[in-house]
């Protein structure tokens, strides 16, 4: 029974870090490409026991210290009636944008537990399977990052629409943010009672907005999300590209901060204190050959001394990382915190 | 006779602000759309009468106090050797990228009289055209933002090749660096023997890599080009996604720091000191009704006092603009400021 995660979550000193990798089940997997090849993404996420499957794939073959549910953030969008389509190169798609509030009418609070019944179905499978070999995570995206795809169709270099309606009708977009926070709380709550023991919320457009735009915008929907999901399990809010928010997320109360890649942690940790954080490991390390990966990983340690610690990268894991390198990370992290907290005492021995 | 824009660039106290808006000569403008609609992309950089018509369009119709050359950042790889592609709706690509040493041994040190003459006879046409009504800017990419794009054979997503490299062969990776920052610093210098009248160096991915990595890795090139123009005319550095960047940004010996929108000028002016700063306005901003627009100028203006400032977006305008938004917004900027100056004593009063 490996709970090292949830412990380190919740701020208790470890006898070493746990290490977990964004994206752990995923294309980089040849044991996951071989279940890919027989379905199309969308059916995955919605076949309980494939998706189970994967989920558990970087569990046996990586020996990480949580599993992550496999899942898609879109697809609560696609329970409230947006049509979601995912065309191989192009990503997903919403062929039908929401861009004004006559698109928001077209919405429906769903009954989560029928349309995105599946997701739970596979939470329960995971749980089962690993029988509490280590934890397992749920996730969703933010309400502003949820908003990002809706109202653009799917990916943007820019996010004109997203960003013109912002500043055209902020009244009109915090009405969308609402609806999608509403759901994002029944989804997010139903996968905690399917057995997620913490969620990670991804922000992954958050960094589009500055300090000012970000605590106007996103942080209500989001603040309204927490505040549901408060108590009941640990949650790891991550930005990416946030470095300009770090003064704004400090007042944010989740349990762990996960880090991009971008910023060393001790910077973070000079700003934060002793919160727990995730990450951060440039997921492009993992292409350097394995003595330069456990030479980062070390300076890693090193620089999240002095709070809670979990181990990750500090964005998904690239398709095209080798799996030996993914194993040697996080070898290396085990390895080399136990070490540390060994000579040194325990990781969180400057709380 | 305005030379505004050249006074603030060399840190003098100004009257008002100058202005002017990255990617103002483009599509967001009808008469570079009907420019457009006649040739292809390359053909418009490569035909100095129609670059220099579309340089200076913004100037007659906007009323910005500087013209800046229409070009494309990745010509000089292009006579470096490198096969360049305009697709439309793909953008650019480089069909061979050089991802490796054998890749390197396959660029040339053009003479760059002769492979980029159009650029120095559109430059010509400009200053004649001009009679010193504005003064007209060159620009080029740095050395580590053009590498992105020859690496990747275009525009990427993770920048993954070019990242790997850096990863695995730093020393071949910062061969290639030092061919471009070569080719650079010829192209630049003969931008300014044509009558450029300062330059902008445009490092589009610098912030893709943390503070550590990005000292080691892009400053070396950039560097050795910034030595080489020194004293000839002003340099302005841009860094797009680059606020974890700027303790090491303060360093570069460049007159004015582009700052992108997601901080503050004042948070920037509180760490670089009286630096001439350059932006700010959050591109989209141009988007909000008219009367938004001049209540965010007038904050900006607030931010950058304390040194000097130029106006300008944080980022290239949107194609979506609409063209009297952009000149509301250069209204302001000239107005307000002015106001500024006379109200509350010169804009610089601080240093």
């Known amino acids: 029974m490996n709970d090292l995660f949830l412990r380190a979550c919740r701020g208790e000193v470890t006898e070493r870090r746990p290490v977990w990798i964004m994206r752990q089940a995923g294309r980089y997997l040849p044991e996951y490409r071989a279940v890919r090849e027989k379905v199309d993404f969308l059916t995955l996420c919605k076949t309980p026991e494939l998706a189970a499957r994967v989920t558990l794939q970087p569990v046996e073959i990586l020996g990480v210290d949580a599993a992550i549910l496999f899942a898609d953030i879109l697809l609560p969008l696609e329970a409230m009636g947006a049509e979601l389509v995912f065309t191989p190169g192009d990503g997903p798609t919403f062929p039908r944008p929401v861009r004004g509030r006559e698109g928001i009418a077209r919405l429906r609070a769903p009954a989560v537990e029928e349309s995105l019944g599946y997701v739970f179905d596979a939470l329960r499978l995971v749980r089962r399977e690993l029988?509490?070999?280590?934890?397992?995570?749920?996730?969703?995206?933010?309400?502003?990052?949820?908003?990002?795809?809706?109202?653009?169709?799917?990916?943007?270099?820019?996010?004109?629409?997203?960003?013109?309606?912002?500043?055209?009708?902020?009244?009109?977009?915090?009405?969308?943010?609402?609806?999608?926070?509403?759901?994002?709380?029944?989804?997010?709550?139903?996968?905690?009672?399917?057995?997620?023991?913490?969620?990670?919320?991804?922000?992954?457009?958050?960094?589009?907005?500055?300090?000012?735009?970000?605590?106007?915008?996103?942080?209500?929907?989001?603040?309204?999300?927490?505040?549901?999901?408060?108590?009941?399990?640990?949650?790891?809010?991550?930005?990416?590209?946030?470095?300009?928010?770090?003064?704004?997320?400090?007042?944010?109360?989740?349990?762990?901060?996960?880090?991009?890649?971008?910023?060393?942690?001790?910077?973070?940790?000079?700003?934060?204190?002793?919160?727990?954080?995730?990450?951060?490991?440039?997921?492009?390390?993992?292409?350097?050959?394995?003595?330069?990966?456990?030479?980062?990983?070390?300076?890693l340690l090193e620089q999240g001394r002095g709070g809670g610690h979990i181990v990750n990268l500090g964005h998904g894991i690239l398709p095209v990382t080798p799996v030996e390198h993914a194993r040697a990370f996080v070898a290396a992290a085990q390895r080399l915190s136990a070490q540390h907290a060994t000579e040194a005492g325990p990781a969180h021995a400057a709380r």
Not at 203 to 214: I, M, N, P, V
Not at 260 to 285: H, I
């Open 131 to 299: 029988a509490g070999r280590v934890p397992v995570i749920g996730f969703g995206g933010t309400p502003w990052t949820l908003a990002a795809y809706l109202v653009e169709g799917g990916g943007s270099r820019h996010f004109e629409h997203l960003l013109a309606w912002s500043y055209a009708d902020p009244a009109g977009l915090a009405e969308l943010l609402d609806r999608i926070a509403e759901t994002s709380l029944a989804y997010l709550s139903a996968q905690i009672d399917a057995g997620a023991q913490a969620l990670q919320l991804f922000d992954t457009w958050g960094g589009l907005l500055d300090a000012e735009r970000w605590r106007a915008l996103a942080l209500p929907p989001l603040a309204r999300v927490v505040a549901g999901l408060a108590g009941r399990v640990p949650l790891i809010y991550y930005v990416n590209g946030g470095s300009h928010l770090l003064e704004a997320l400090a007042d944010l109360p989740v349990d762990v901060l996960a880090v991009d890649w971008r910023q060393p942690l001790s910077r973070v940790r000079a700003r934060l204190g002793t919160r727990t954080l995730q990450g951060n490991l440039d997921p492009a390390a993992l292409l350097a050959p394995v003595p330069e990966i456990e030479r980062r990983v070390a300076t």
